[in-house]
């Protein structure tokens, strides 16, 4: 993985939230916040995207899982139909209006078993312990801070809990991200990639992480190259 060396002219911006501090900025371009609604719900469902990711996931009835940057809600509905009863969704945006939309959803639909809650760009605040699945769809290139995002996320994993990431692959400008550059920042943050697929129901590619040792030290992780800048990368 290509890794660049982290300078002092990386820490102290005084527009950097507190919890993003200690850690590298990303050294890629970030894209702003797109729409909420990736596409209509309908061509979704006429794809099988919800249930081809759901499936690859191993969403089973009973589960925790937790959809971050959750917009309309596209998973989250269909989330807490898989999980079922005995399971929960937590369903967070950092869109406040967005969020207000899904909560008068999940009220009109009278899905008890979600919760909604509002999120941060460098902490997802999520409960320790508590996620089987945590499902990152067609937003992880729209956090301002992954370093700190995945490092304070990867405490919320139960035993065996996997992270979802679903994107595309362009350019982290223009709402993708590269694949290699986005196993490189989870591995920074001490990932493991458990498995990766492109397919055409999801109009993108599929990635699944896990923890593996060590959550490390924010001083040790290096910000990952993007593609393009081999030239003044260093290889890890």
């Not at 006429?46 to 996931?57: H, I, L, N």
């Not at 869109?95 to 078993?113: G, K, P, S, T």
């Not at 509002?118 to 937003?139: I, Q, T, Y």
């Not at 492109?198 to 699944?208: D, L, S, T």
Request: include cysteine; aromatic fraction near 8%; proline fraction near 8%.
């Amino acid at each position: 993985m290509l890794a660049l060396p982290l300078t002092a002219c990386d820490r102290a911006h005084p527009d950097r939230p507190d919890m993003a501090q200690d850690f590298p900025l990303p050294d890629r371009p970030v894209s702003g916040l797109g729409s909420n609604s990736f596409s209509t719900e309908e061509a979704r469902d006429d794809r099988r995207e919800a249930e081809t990711v759901m499936a690859k996931a191993s969403v089973a009835p009973g589960m925790t899982v937790a959809d971050i940057g959750a917009g309309e809600g596209y998973y989250t509905v269909r989330l807490a139909a898989v999980v079922g009863s005995e399971g929960r969704v937590l369903a967070q945006d950092i869109d406040q209006a967005a969020l207000a939309r899904l909560a008068e959803r999940v009220e009109r639909e009278r899905l008890d078993n979600v919760s909604v809650t509002l999120g941060a760009e460098a902490d997802p605040h999520l409960p320790a312990g508590s996620f089987d699945r945590v499902f990152m769809v067609h937003m992880y290139h729209e956090v301002t801070e992954p370093y700190a995002f995945l490092w304070h996320l990867r405490p919320s994993l139960s035993p065996g809990g996997q992270v979802i990431v679903v994107d595309v692959d362009r350019p982290t400008d223009q709402h993708g991200i590269p694949p290699q550059l986005l196993f490189c920042e989870f591995q920074q943050v001490g990932y493991r990639l458990v498995e990766f697929d492109r397919k055409p129901e999801i109009a993108g590619y599929y990635a699944q992480f896990e923890a593996v040792g060590e959550r490390p030290q924010p001083d040790a992780i290096r910000p990952c190259a993007a593609p393009g800048e081999d030239e003044t990368a260093t290889t890890r």
